[in-house]
C-alpha cells in the first residue's frame, strides 16, 4: 500500500507521476534523454546500467522494469542481465561496459566513493569521458528514481511477464510520454 494516495493500478512512477503531473515532463524527459537519446552507449547498456543501479539499491519496480528494457535491447536477453547482476566481473560483457557499471556500482555508494582508479580502469578499458559522464548521471538518476518510487511505496507487479509488457511499451514509445 502506497504511503499517499495513488492509483494502485499504475506501478512505480507511473503512479507518482499520475499523482504529479507537472513532474511528468521533466523526469520523462530526464529518462529519455539519458536512456534513449543520442549518446555513445548503445540503449541496452544504459538500460543495464540502470537495471544494475536499481538493483543495488534493492528498487523491484526499476530493477526489473530497466532489467526487462535491458534484456529487450541487448543479445544475451534476460541470462545476461541477470548474470550482470549477480557476478559483475563475470559477466561475458566487454571491459569497458565492466569498468562502467564499477563506476556506477560507486555511484550508488555515494557520489564521493568513484574513485580516479576506477575512471582510470574505464579510460583503459576504451571509455570516452562522454560514456563516463553519461554513466554517472545514469546512476545518480537511477538513484533518484530508486528513492522516488520506493520512498512513497508505489506498488511493483509480481508477474516478470508485467515487466517485459512496460519494456515492450518503453523501448518502442520511450520516456516523454509516462503519464
Not at 548521471?137 to 508485467?162: E, K
Amino acid at each position: 500500500m502506497a504511503h499517499i494516495d495513488l492509483d494502485d493500478a499504475l506501478p512505480g512512477l507511473r503512479a507518482l507521476l499520475r499523482f504529479r503531473p507537472e513532474t511528468a515532463g521533466p523526469l520523462g524527459a530526464l529518462a529519455e534523454t539519458l536512456l534513449r537519446g543520442p549518446g555513445p552507449l548503445e540503449r541496452g547498456e544504459r538500460e543495464l546500467i540502470a537495471a544494475y543501479v536499481s538493483e543495488l539499491n534493492g528498487c523491484r519496480f526499476c530493477s526489473s522494469s530497466h532489467s526487462a528494457c535491458a534484456a529487450a535491447q541487448l543479445p544475451g536477453g534476460m541470462p545476461l542481465v541477470q548474470h550482470v547482476h549477480a557476478d559483475p566481473d563475470g559477466a561475458p560483457i566487454p571491459a569497458k561496459l565492466r569498468a562502467l557499471l564499477a563506476i556506477a556500482a560507486a555511484v550508488q555508494r555515494g557520489g564521493r566513493e568513484v574513485a580516479a582508479e576506477d575512471v582510470g580502469a574505464a579510460r583503459r578499458a576504451g571509455a570516452s569521458d562522454l560514456e563516463i559522464h553519461d554513466t554517472v548521471l545514469i546512476a545518480a538518476a537511477f538513484c533518484m528514481f530508486n528513492r522516488y518510487v520506493d520512498g512513497l511505496a508505489t506498488s511493483a507487479p509480481s508477474d516478470p511477464a508485467a515487466y517485459a509488457q512496460i519494456a515492450e511499451r518503453l523501448v518502442t514509445e520511450g520516456y516523454a510520454n509516462l503519464r
